[in-house]
């Protein structure tokens, strides 16, 4: 975290206090996983049906 961030973050938690602004910097890190999370789950559901689709045909 550099200086201007830590100043922004020291400035939030004199404003709404501390658990907001450690929630908002969790949400933060958070979201950015959960869009990679997002999207591997659409990855794995397009495997599935892929293997799904192949074991029809051998079956």
Request: aromatic share 10%; hydrophobic share 45%.
């Amino acid at each position: 975290m550099d200086n201007s961030a830590f100043a922004t973050f020291i400035g939030g938690i004199s404003q709404v206090g501390f658990p907001i602004m450690i929630t908002l910097y969790l949400f933060t890190r958070f979201e950015k996983k959960l869009d990679q999370l997002s999207v591997n789950i659409s990855t794995l559901i397009e495997v599935i049906k892929a293997v799904i689709k192949d074991e029809s045909k051998q079956g």
